[in-house]
């Protein structure tokens, strides 16, 4: 029998190594503290420093992330830096657009530069032809003597041409649409050069405030104005300019005084051309409509409104 006080006492001790472990825990949570502040602090700054038509931008995209795709405008990918919204021209300017609608503004912006390009062409054209109708009256020893009653210069609405009367070398015989065999001579030289440019005229009477005795019940001025301008739309064509140049011929008879402060002095009775750019073209058509491009005053004939006696213009 053994005596059991003999044996040999052993102690089994285990070591467990969990101390370890969670020793470094800590590190790990304060990697992901000091990432979730600087990511709090970097949205903080962003918002401070982001414009308040952009946040609202971020507001919406985050509402209904598809508009911006569908409709296109300002959204989240909008700034105010110098390329908005992304592309690949750094001097464009457009914000978030649909591909549609910025072809559409491009299309716009060079329909517009060719039109402003078309206009400072035109005013060149006119500007030469106002030369050339100078000169050639300049040159002509028969006509050189009634320069001074040619007055050309740019308007608005094209190159206006004016042949006014002066007290003692009318353009017109007394209350007539006849003309002086100068101012026939003048208006072929005109209409010989106007075949230069493709615009179309537009001619308009002119007359004095002096009445006739019958005053604007029977044969007025605007008879009388009427018919001096279709006679000088003749004698444009004679010279040899196209008829269908001819957009439109009336009378004003004294409506537009070359002199206001002297309604009676002879300057007011005078014949305006207007060799008319393509807006003022385009305003008249717009105006009257293709079916009616010239006045009825140029149907009117002098043969048939012949003036009364009384009355001198």
Same mark, same amino acid.
């Given at each position: 029998?053994?005596?059991?006080?003999?044996?040999?006492?052993?102690?089994?001790?285990?070591?467990? $190594?969990?101390?370890?472990?969670?020793?470094?825990?800590?590190?790990?949570?304060?990697?992901?503290?000091?990432?979730?502040?600087?990511?709090?602090?970097?949205?903080?700054?962003?918002?401070?420093?982001?414009?308040?038509?952009?946040?609202?931008?971020?507001?919406?995209?985050?509402?209904?992330?598809?508009?911006?795709? !569908?409709?296109?405008?300002?959204?989240?990918?909008?700034?105010?830096?110098?390329?908005?919204?992304?592309?690949?021209?750094?001097?464009?300017?457009?914000?978030?657009?649909?591909?549609?609608?910025?072809?559409?503004?491009?299309?716009?912006?060079?329909?517009?530069?060719?039109?402003?390009?078309?206009?400072?062409?035109?005013?060149?054209?006119?500007?030469?032809?106002?030369?050339?109708?100078?000169?050639?009256?300049?040159?002509?020893?028969?006509?050189?003597?009634?320069?001074?009653?040619?007055?050309?210069?740019?308007?608005?609405?094209? !190159?206006?041409?004016?042949?006014?009367?002066?007290?003692?070398?009318?353009?017109?015989?007394?209350?007539?649409?006849?003309?002086?065999?100068?101012?026939?001579?003048?208006?072929?030289?005109?209409?010989?050069?106007?075949?230069?440019?493709?615009?179309?005229?537009?001619?308009?009477?002119?007359?004095?405030?002096?009445?006739?005795?019958?005053?604007?019940? $029977?044969?007025?001025?605007?008879?009388?104005?009427?018919?001096?301008?279709?006679?000088?739309?003749?004698?444009?064509?004679?010279?040899?300019?196209?008829?269908?140049?001819?957009?439109?011929?009336?009378?004003?008879?004294?409506?537009?005084?070359?002199?206001?402060?002297?309604?009676?002095?002879?300057?007011?009775?005078?014949?305006?051309?207007?060799?008319?750019?393509?807006?003022?073209?385009?305003?008249? !058509?717009?105006?009257?409509?293709?079916?009616?491009?010239?006045?009825?005053?140029?149907?009117?004939?002098?043969?048939?409104?012949?003036?009364?006696?009384?009355?001198?213009?």
């Amino acid at each position: 029998m053994s005596d059991d006080s003999t044996r040999p006492i052993v102690i089994k001790r285990i070591k467990k $190594g969990g101390a370890g472990h969670h020793g470094g825990a800590w590190k790990i949570a304060y990697a992901d503290f000091v990432t979730a502040m600087m990511a709090f602090f970097l949205l903080m700054w962003l918002l401070g420093s982001t414009a308040q038509g952009d946040l609202q931008g971020i507001a919406e995209y985050f509402q209904n992330p598809l508009k911006v795709g !569908l409709q296109g405008g300002s959204g989240s990918g909008d700034s105010s830096s110098i390329l908005k919204g992304g592309g690949k021209d750094l001097t464009r300017q457009a914000g978030q657009v649909k591909k549609g609608e910025a072809e559409t503004k491009d299309k716009r912006f060079v329909q517009k530069e060719a039109s402003l390009e078309f206009q400072r062409k035109e005013r060149e054209s006119l500007e030469e032809l106002k030369g050339r109708i100078e000169k050639a009256i300049g040159d002509n020893p028969q006509l050189s003597p009634y320069k001074s009653q040619m007055l050309l210069d740019i308007t608005t609405e094209g !190159l206006r041409i004016q042949i006014v009367d002066e007290q003692n070398r009318p353009m017109f015989d007394s209350s007539s649409a006849d003309l002086k065999p100068y101012t026939r001579d003048i208006l072929r030289q005109i209409g010989k050069a106007l075949n230069a440019v493709p615009n179309r005229v537009s001619l308009t009477g002119h007359t004095d405030a002096l009445q006739f005795a019958g005053g604007d019940r $029977g044969f007025s001025n605007w008879e009388l104005s009427a018919n001096r301008a279709n006679a000088s739309r003749r004698e444009l064509i004679a010279g040899g300019m196209d008829e269908s140049k001819v957009l439109r011929v009336v009378g004003g008879a004294s409506t537009v005084l070359f002199d206001k402060n002297d309604p009676l002095n002879p300057v007011n009775r005078r014949i305006s051309i207007i060799v008319m750019n393509r807006k003022a073209e385009m305003a008249i !058509l717009q105006e009257e409509g293709p079916e009616s491009e010239v006045s009825a005053a140029d149907e009117a004939s002098p043969e048939s409104l012949k003036p009364p006696s009384g009355g001198k213009h």
